[in-house]
């Protein structure tokens, strides 16, 4: 059995990097940027005015000013301020030649023409209302790098730099696959001694969430001959294939055994981990020569600073993208093993092949109150909720079986190997899956 860590490390060291694809701006969302992106312009692009209000000379503060302009936003101004003039000007339009100070048009009034001070001219020194050309971006800089997760702020910072089309990693194909006599699907009313599939639903909207595609394949009973039918088929389909259920030690466990059939070699199969001991990762290395996440990491590398011309890229990328899937994740089928697992160990993988670098955010918290576990020899994975006083509590929680539990957790935390209690005020690694 070996370590979290270490099946973490596994994993993204045999990330199978995808080729690149672009993109509208509007379809970008949640895809992984394959390029840098760098200022083209100073922003604000020029010295502009904070305020609607009047500007005019610094100087000349506390006079009345005669207005001989208004400045709407996106026209350039015509007239240069002078000793005793002002113009009346808008948010986000140009300061006039001539002009280094603004005012707020609420603290004026305008009489015949002229603009005065409603207050004393003490009380304007301070702020002089003005953004100054590049004061926040200068032409040049670096704005977001590749492997950015698109989200809203970084689709603002894409569209303020111009890019109506966004060059992005190719999103994954996830296979998705639940397996057991067992299960059923929502829309069937379940026997006494069925369940209902949670798992596929769950991981489906998982996966989606990481910007991937999906194809759920649905339920496959615990026989030998189906199971490698459907395997083989989401390995073909796919570049993830995702299966629950059939990887512990029982008698129709029948899982590993076909992972195995269909030509993957299984890095692990046993974490030391609580909920998701059995998850097991496989893969089938099409092309080991060009496979480490080194070489494939050049290849892109070289693309963008122009090394290899775009043919060239695809053709080493389409030997990847072929028909042959690269990884296999079985998951426990255990609802809160397979939820957790994914986020643990599947999202880090599929946004490590967009050519991203996902890290959970991780807060170290205190605890609410006292937590104890009988058994400290793997590390735990408990959901928990985080209270409005930064402190964190265990939800209610009987175990792997538990999905209902989930639904009231905000995060999870980490007990380590080894650590029995935490008590209350004792802090702990706690996971905000993002
Ligand atoms: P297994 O890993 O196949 O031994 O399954 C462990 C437990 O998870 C059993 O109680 C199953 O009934 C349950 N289970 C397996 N697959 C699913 C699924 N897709 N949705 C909900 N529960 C499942
Ligand atoms: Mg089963």
């Known amino acids: 059995m070996i370590s979290f860590e270490e099946a973490l490390k596994i994993v993204l060291e045999n990330a199978q990097y995808l080729s690149h694809e672009s993109v509208k701006l509007e379809d970008s969302a949640g895809r992984v940027l394959a390029i840098d992106i760098h200022a083209d312009r100073d922003m ?34 015509k007239k240069e301020i002078i000793s005793g003039t002002c113009s009346k000007i808008m948010t986000g339009a140009m300061i006039p030649a001539g002009a280094d100070f603004v005012v707020m048009v609420e603290d004026t009034v305008e ?47 894409l569209a303020s730099s111009g890019f109506s089309v966004v060059s992005v990693s190719k999103a994954p194909i996830v296979g998705i696959l639940s397996t057991g006599d067992e299960i059923v699907e929502p829309d069937v009313t379940p026997l006494e001694s069925q369940i209902r599939n949670s798992n596929g639903w769950q991981l ?62 299984i890095l692990f199969d046993k974490v030391s981990v609580q909920p998701g001991k059995p998850s097991t990762f496989a893969v089938k290395k099409a092309y080991p020569n060009e496979n480490t996440a080194e070489n494939k990491d050049c290849i892109i590398e070289d693309y963008i600073y122009g090394n290899i011309d775009n043919n060239s890229l695809q053709q080493k990328q389409n030997r990847r993208t072929s028909t042959v899937s690269n990884v296999i994740f079985a998951l426990p089928g255990n609802p809160v093993s397979s939820l957790i697992q994914f986020e643990m160990l599947v999202k880090p993988y599929i946004i490590r092949s967009m050519g991203g670098n996902y890290l959970p955010l991780k807060l170290s918290l205190p605890a609410a109150e006292d937590f104890t576990r009988k058994n400290a020899e793997r590390l735990s994975l408990i959901p928990v909720a985080i209270n409005p006083d930064g402190t964190f509590m265990p939800v209610r929680y009987n175990g792997s079986a538990h999905i209902a539990a989930m639904a009231h957790a905000d995060a999870i935390a980490e007990i380590p190997v080894g650590v029995k209690q935490i008590l209350a005020g004792q802090k702990a690694t706690i996971h905000i899956f993002r």
């Open 204 to 265: 489906r909207l998982q996966a989606l969430s990481t910007g991937s595609a999906v194809k759920y394949y649905g339920i496959v009973k615990d026989t030998p001959e189906l199971l490698h039918k459907a395997l083989t088929k989401s390995v073909q389909e796919c570049d993830i294939t995702i299966i629950t259920g059939g990887v512990s030690a029982g008698d129709f466990d029948y899982v590993p055994g076909i992972i195995k059939e269909c030509g993957f070699n």
């Open 111 to 157: 009489v015949n023409g002229f603009m005065e001070l409603r207050e004393k001219e003490e009380e304007f020194r301070k702020r002089n209302n003005i953004c100054y050309k590049g004061e926040d971006i200068k032409e040049g800089d670096l704005l977001l790098s590749r492997g950015t997760l698109i989200s809203a702020a970084a689709t603002a910072i």
């Open 44 to 77: 604000p692009p020029f010295d502009k005015s904070a305020v609607d209000g009047y500007a005019f000379k610094r100087d000349e503060l506390g006079k009345p000013l005669r207005i001989v302009e208004n400045i709407a936003a996106g026209y350039v101004p």
